[in-house]
Structures are given as C-alpha cells and as structure tokens.
C-alpha cells in the first residue's frame, strides 16, 4: 500500500501562484507513476499532469500546459505541483495519485492510489 497526502492549497488572486506537495509512504519503491487530478464543483474528476518516477517524463492537460509544472523529489518520495498564470477556472479540489504498475496514465482508472484532496480557490 501506499499513501499520498496532498499539502500547499489556499486562496489566491486570478495571476497568482501556487505550489501544491504530495508526500507518499508506505511501499513507495514500488511507485511507477505519479499524477495530479482535478474536480471542480459540479464536475467530473479531470487529468491534470503526469510524471514517470524514475526518468521523470511528464504530460499536461492542454489546459494547463505552460502554466503549471509537476516534478518530483526521489528522495523525498514527494511530488509536487508549480502552478503559475492561475485562473478562476483553475478552481477545484486537486488530488495526486499514484500507480505500481504501467497502466493507461491520462485516466484515473489508471491508479491505484489517491490522496484526500487539497482545496485550490482562484478569485477574479
């Protein structure tokens, strides 16, 4: 088993910037792929990004793309989220997860892991 904690969500203006964490313990060893997902109120849970834990490639939402940059810390077994031009829109509960095994990594049947979620508000 492994467990993801979500840190780092808040209140900030439209333009403004966030850094969200996600610390994973448990068999972490074992982790082949960490993502972000999103849900805004009233809608369905959405890919965000992606990173390969051990070459660290990555793939964004075209939403995102540009704005937001996911990497990681092997050491730390924590990933994170850099999210940078925020937008109203950008307004959900994000939540990382994580799989052990190659699987399809744009979808959320693809994990086998999630964290709690941490809120992220942008006003305009």
Do not use: H
């Amino acid at each position: 088993q492994v467990q993801l904690v979500e840190s780092g969500g808040g209140l900030v203006q439209a333009g403004g910037s966030l850094r969200l964490s996600c610390a994973s313990s448990g068999r972490t060893w074992s982790t082949n792929r960490m993502a972000w997902f999103r849900q805004a109120p009233g809608k369905k849970r959405e890919f965000v990004a992606t990173i390969y834990w051990i070459g660290g490639s990555t793939q964004y939402a075209d939403s995102v793309k540009g704005r937001f940059t996911i990497s990681r810390d092997k050491d730390k077994n924590t990933m994170y989220l850099q999210m940078n031009s925020l937008k109203p829109e950008d307004t959900a509960v994000y939540s990382c997860a994580a799989n052990s095994r190659p699987t399809a990594p744009l979808i959320e049947a693809g994990y086998d892991y999630w964290g709690q979620g941490t809120q992220v508000t942008v006003s305009s």
